[in-house]
């Protein structure tokens, strides 16, 4: 058995397994036996040996005193999110904050001088509980050299949360389409005298945001009827609602004929000889509708 005996200072922080003693009676400490309680973030001054046995299967420590270790005194406290921030009622925001010097005791309590807006819990998570503002406090647990605690504040704003869409319908009753030609195959375009009816909830994150729904228009390029030379031909066009034909009422729509429009939609196209085309408006785009939420 090889014996290597230790002595001074050692941070516990983060995962470790806990050592449990009684009292300062010398006890044999392994994975499986008792072990004494130490805190995150404390120094310990331990005082022991380990016994290094031949097999290599396992190592025994032998602690045979163990003591807080005192810590240097704390000079300042600082919340590492700056001085103001930002949350939306029922999230949550974490907190952290740094004791100088690193040497001194690193924990702080937190707290909230109004629950109604904002909480904290022990770690520093801020939650949002409903608009309005809120002052997050942290304490140090150590103190400074005239035995006072010191303390660091953060201004937290908790903003409304607001529900967004999750679909929309749009009825274009005696739409205006703008800009009304266009080379792209994209354009936006403004509605006039339109109703637009928008449903859902449950999507919105934030104060501010856009959501774009599409709607695509469309419309035919052109209408071809032939007629046959030498004879009268009287013809009855129904349209379908997305098309938009150029000017057929107006002079020179029609080459050799006449056409009548007896309702939006509905034309009738004489012609007495050759063939009458009628040209329409090439669009086939995307209307996008951008809806920008924000909370009241």
């Known amino acids: 058995v090889k014996y290597v005996s230790f002595t001074g200072k050692v941070g516990i922080s983060g995962d470790h397994t806990n050592i449990y003693m009684d009292g300062e009676t010398t006890k044999s400490i392994s994975y499986y036996s008792e072990t004494f309680k130490v805190v995150d973030g404390l120094n310990y001054n331990f005082e022991g040996f380990f016994a290094e046995l031949q097999s290599g299967k396992f190592l025994v420590c032998y602690i045979t005193n163990v003591t807080e270790a005192e810590m240097d005194p704390v000079n300042s406290v600082s919340i590492t999110n700056g001085e103001t921030a930002e949350v939306k009622a029922g999230s ?144 009855d066009v129904t349209l379908d609602s997305y098309t938009k034909l150029k000017d057929l009422t107006g002079v020179g729509a029609v080459t050799g004929g006449t056409v009548v429009k007896n309702a939006d939609l509905n034309f009738t196209i004489t012609a007495t000889a050759g063939k009458v085309v009628l040209n329409a408006t090439k669009q086939i785009r995307v209307a996008k509708i951008v809806v920008n939420y924000t909370a009241d």
């Open 92 to 235: 949550t925001l974490q907190l952290t904050a740094a004791v100088l010097p690193e040497s001194a005791d690193p924990r702080v309590a937190w707290s909230s001088n109004d629950e109604t807006k904002a909480t904290v819990n022990e770690n520093g998570v801020v939650t949002g509980v409903a608009e309005g503002t809120a002052t997050i406090t942290a304490t140090t647990v150590g103190k400074d050299a005239t035995g006072v605690a010191k303390t660091a504040t953060i201004a937290i704003t908790v903003t409304k949360a607001v529900e967004g869409l999750s679909s929309a319908t749009f009825d274009w009753a005696n739409e205006t389409f703008k800009p009304a030609t266009s080379s792209s195959t994209e354009a936006v375009f403004t509605v006039d005298a339109a109703t637009v009816t928008l449903k859902g909830s449950g999507l919105k994150e934030g104060t501010n945001w856009a959501n774009k729904y599409a709607i695509r228009v469309y419309q035919d390029a052109s209408l071809e009827i032939s007629v046959t030379t030498g004879s009268l031909y009287s013809v």
